[in-house]
Every structure is written in structure tokens, then in C-alpha cells.
């Protein structure tokens, strides 16, 4: 028996359908260059932006792992999800501007402009191993279970299938058939969302029934500090390190903010998703409750897959959820595929071949996206082998690599001594202790060293490890610059937050300007969301 129906088929047959006719009409309009194949002419306008991070940003494993937690009864991962706004706020607000006017093609760029190109490199390099290792598998792995739920395909004909689907109009379209498919896509992750709600809420019996078993869910956001997952001073003071990692520092995002046609659009794209990852906030405490009341006492592991089985959602409306984990998968691969192709060729080939002409970095970025298509198919064997929890997966590794990007990120921003000899050394040295904390956690094997010290090293918190790593990393590089005796030069300036230069002339046009002045609804749009932070603080403290 399988948990979809002929016209449940119909409904995905139609979405692929849809993401075909897409791809080919923007396909047809691209231009062998560069700039609009990596960042779409920096012609993008807010909402295209915002609704593309937003999809990008909710993959598989988020459907999968917050119905695993929705199954623990426990909305402290809704807090997570609610903090990640003010990293969002940030980058719209006041980071945006400074990579516009830096003129790049990747983040990386960025550091090897404010620093030197041996960051650059290495940053580059850090971030395409990370999304083959971590984000492409995970969300291999979560849309193979899923395909497997649905179509009783194993896992690595459901990987190779999603792979070569999302791989070839990546190769063919660029950037610009990767957001718009995406934009697509995220109108099905909001309509899948939108349709297993109102159906578990009907099944439930409506408000009066979700009063009824709120006696039975945890809706504590502040965990006490011995918390296993989400302790409330790893939420307060690490949760946003991890923030500005993702959202400040990672090719995978800022992409679509350098594409952007101004400042403005930057930054309102920003606002836009903040209020859409309040929305998902939303779905998991509703999610929690319907999954306690409908399916008593269900595997963490099985949620999904229950609620699938289940009758809750009639033949055709559980396509529409299913597509919406696929639009959801195929989204965050395409941006892990673009991501991956702007770091090799305009970091790695363009450093090695600077007279390259237009049209054979866009060929060198299609050979790219290839590569990393065929190499992810190749990784799929050992993702049964690793066979992780798929949301935490994300955010412990996140944990254990982003602090030292974002002290020397932070430093660079705001003090001008900070030099590349200390951004290096802190790169390098604080990359040991991630990598000396995840292979017994990806190997699932106990540390042979029986020492109190590694005791503690090995079964800290994450967010607490995350939060550590931060402060060593900051007193390391500071170190590190103040014994050094480089010289510092006025160039850098542009590249730091207290310099006072805003304008950017990029193919005869102005994107940034130092008179432009935010929109009203921006500054007002930007208070409501913290509002909205700051209420559901309040009504789940």
C-alpha cells in the first residue's frame, strides 16, 4: 500500500511539469555572461528574492525533523527558528550595503578583499565541502526517505532521480532559473503547509479540541541549561552566532542578495523572509499539537510518514503536501548546485585563469554544477552508512564550524587593525576542535580517550560548544593581530561597516546610494517582526 493515490500522482506529475516549463522560458532569455548566469544581471526585485531564500532556506529535512520533534511534544525548535530573525535584520540592514558596494560574485570574495585571497581560497574551499557533505546529503537523504514513503523506490533511485531533475536546469539556467523555479516552489511549500494544517486541525475538532491538549504539549520556548537540545542560554547566545553564519556569511544566501537591483530590495527581501520563517514557526506549534492528538504516542522517526498513511488528507491533497517537501528538497539542492558553481569558478578558475573570457567562466560554472551532481550521486552509499537525525545533523555541524567565519567576519567588520595573518591562523586552528568533535559524532563512535577534559569536550551542548568556539576564536585572532606588526592599509576601508562611501556604478547603473533613505514600511515591517519575537517570547516564556 502506498500513502498516495492516482490523483496524489497527478498533482506531483503537474509540479514537475510546472518546473520544466519554468526553466525552459528563462533558459531562453539568459545571456552567456557571467553576471547573469551567477547573479542574474543583479536584476532581482525584493519579493523574488525573499520568497527564493525563504525556499531555499526550508529544505526536506525541515519537514522531516520538525515533525520528529512535533512528535516529542517539545516547541523549544520553534524558538530556534524565531531568533534566526534578527541575523536576518542584520544582513538586511546593515550588511547588504556593504557587499553590494564590494562588487563580488561570492562571499568568500568578500574576505579575500577585506583580508587576503589565501581566506578567500580557503573559505571557498571550506563551503563546497560543506555543502557536498552536509547540505546536499541531508537533503538526499531526507527526500530519498520520503520518495521511498511515497513510491516504495530505495533510496538511491529516489537520490539519482531528484539529482539529475534539479542538476540540469541548474547547469542550463543559472542563477535566474534557480530563484524563479524557487520563487515557484515556495508557494507549494506554503500551500503544503497551509493544506496539512487545515486538514489536521479539522480532524482534530478545531480550536476547542487544540485547548483541550495543550495540557499534554510542552510549550516552554526557555529550556533549563542541562537541556539536551536547546538549552535557553545556548538559544540566546548561540543560536545567533549560528544565525550570522548562515545568513551573514554563506554563499548559499547572500548569492541572492548580490543579485539584487538595489539596496531596497536587499534589504525588504530580508524583512519578507523573516515573516515567512515566523509563518513556519507558526505550523510547528499547530504541528505539535495535531500530531500528539492524531497519532498517540508515534515514533519520532515516523511522523511524517504516519500522517502520510493516515486518512487525514484525501486523495489529491496529499500530493500537495508531497510536492511541497519536494518543492522544498528541490530548492535547497538548486541553491547548494549555483552556490557550489560560483565558488569554483569565480574563486577557484577565474584566481587560476584571470584573462578567462565571459562565456568560459559560464562554461567552467555549467562543468561545475556537473561536478557536483555526479559527486553527490556518488556520495550516496554512505549516507545509509551515517544514518543521522537529519534536523540536528544540520544545525550540530553548523555548531561546531561557523564560529570562527563569524569572529573573524565580525572583527573584520568592525576593527580595522584586524589583519589576514590572524583571520588565517583562526581559521585554520579553530577548524580542529569541529573536526575533533564531529567524526565520532558522524561515525557514531565513543572517544577512546577516558580523560575528564575530553569527557566534558565531547558531551557539551552544541550550542554551548558553538558559544566557546566563538570566544576562543575572538581572543585567537585578536591575539594574533595585536602581536603581529602588519600594516594596515585606507583600502580596506570600503570593506567595513564604519566607512562612509555607499555608492556602487555596476554596468552604467547606480544600485547604492549614500542619499537613498529606507522606506517607511521597512522601518515599520522590520519593528513588527520584532514585536512578533518578542510576543511569542512572552506567551511561551
Not at 131 to 137: A, G
Not at 171 to 179: A, E, F, P, S
Not at 271 to 299: D, N, Q, W, Y
Amino acid at each position: 500500500m502506498y500513502a498516495i493515490e492516482s490523483w496524489d500522482a497527478l498533482v506531483i506529475a503537474l509540479y514537475f511539469a510546472a518546473v520544466v516549463l519554468i526553466s525552459f522560458y528563462f533558459v531562453k532569455s539568459q545571456s552567456e555572461t557571467p553576471h547573469y548566469y551567477f547573479l542574474s544581471n543583479r536584476n532581482l526585485g525584493w519579493i523574488v528574492i525573499g520568497t527564493s531564500i525563504f525556499a531555499a532556506s526550508i529544505s526536506s529535512e525541515h519537514f522531516l525533523g520538525l515533525a520528529e520533534y512535533s512528535a516529542k511534544q517539545d516547541l523549544a525548535i520553534a524558538n530556534y527558528e524565531l531568533i534566526l530573525v534578527m541575523p536576518l535584520l542584520l544582513l538586511g540592514w546593515c550588511l547588504a550595503p556593504l557587499f553590494l558596494r564590494a562588487n563580488i560574485y561570492t562571499i568568500p570574495e568578500y574576505f579575500g578583499k577585506r583580508f587576503d585571497k589565501r581566506t578567500q581560497l580557503y573559505l571557498s574551499g571550506f563551503m563546497i565541502l560543506f555543502y557536498l557533505i552536509i547540505r546536499i546529503s541531508v537533503s538526499l537523504l531526507a527526500g530519498g526517505l520520503l520518495l521511498n514513503l511515497v513510491f516504495d523506490w530505495d533510496i538511491y533511485t529516489s537520490s539519482i532521480v531528484i539529482m539529475m531533475i534539479t542538476g540540469i536546469y541548474t547547469i542550463m539556467g543559472g542563477l535566474t532559473v534557480v530563484v524563479y523555479t524557487s520563487v515557484f516552489q515556495a508557494i507549494i511549500i506554503i500551500l503544503g503547509v497551509i493544506t496539512l494544517t487545515f486538514f489536521g486541525l479539522n480532524e482534530v475538532g478545531g480550536v476547542q479540541a487544540i485547548q483541550k491538549s495543550m495540557s499534554s504539549i510542552d510549550f516552554t520556548m526557555f529550556k533549563p541549561v542541562s537541556d539536551p537540545d536547546f538549552p535557553w542560554t545556548g538559544i540566546l547566545f548561540g543560536a545567533p552566532i549560528i544565525g550570522i553564519g548562515y545568513w551573514c556569511t554563506d554563499q548559499y544566501i547572500i548569492q541572492r542578495i548580490l543579485a539584487a537591483n538595489s539596496v531596497s530590495s536587499a534589504r525588504n527581501s530580508t524583512i519578507l523572509v523573516g515573516f515567512l520563517k515566523t509563518f513556519s514557526v507558526l505550523f510547528i506549534v499547530i504541528a505539535s499539537i495535531m500530531t500528539v492528538v492524531i497519532i498517540p504516542g508515534v515514533e519520532e522517526n515516523q511522523a511524517l510518514a504516519s500522517l502520510l498513511y493516515s486518512n487525514l488528507l484525501p486523495s489529491g491533497f496529499k500530493g500537495i503536501v508531497v510536492t511541497g517537501v519536494l518543492a522544498a528538497l528541490m530548492s535547497s539542492l538548486s541553491g547548494a548546485f549555483i552556490s557550489s558553481s560560483s565558488l569554483i569558478t569565480m574563486d577557484f578558475f577565474r584566481y587560476f585563469q584571470p584573462h578567462s573570457s565571459e562565456k568560459k567562466l559560464v562554461l567552467v560554472g555549467r562543468l561545475a554544477t556537473i561536478f557536483m551532481v555526479v559527486i553527490g550521486i556518488l556520495w550516496i552509499p554512505i549516507l545509509k552508512i551515517v544514518n543521522l537525525p537529519l534536523y540536528p545533523y544540520i544545525l550540530k555541524f553548523q555548531a561546531y564550524f561557523a564560529p570562527p567565519i563569524v569572529a573573524i567576519f565580525i572583527l573584520g567588520l568592525l576593527w580595522k587593525r584586524m589583519n589576514s595573518r590572524s583571520a588565517v591562523w583562526t581559521l585554520i586552528i579553530g577548524l580542529i576542535p569541529g573536526i575533533v568533535r564531529t567524526i565520532p559524532e558522524l561515525l557514531k563512535i565513543d572517544p577512546i580517550l577516558n580523560h575528564p577534559f575530553f569527557d566534558w569536550f565531547f558531551s557539551i551542548n552544541y550550542l554551548h560548544y558553538g558559544i566557546l568556539l566563538f570566544l576562543f576564536s575572538l581572543i585567537l585572532a585578536t591575539t594574533v593581530t595585536l602581536i603581529s606588526r602588519s600594516k594596515f592599509s585606507t583600502a580596506i576601508d570600503q570593506y567595513m561597516l564604519t566607512s562612509g562611501e555607499l555608492t556602487v556604478i555596476f554596468h552604467g547603473k547606480k544600485i547604492l546610494s549614500r542619499g537613498e533613505r529606507p522606506e517607511q514600511f521597512a522601518w515599520i515591517f522590520s519593528f513588527v517582526l520584532m514585536i512578533i519575537l518578542v510576543g511569542f517570547w512572552g506567551l511561551f516564556l
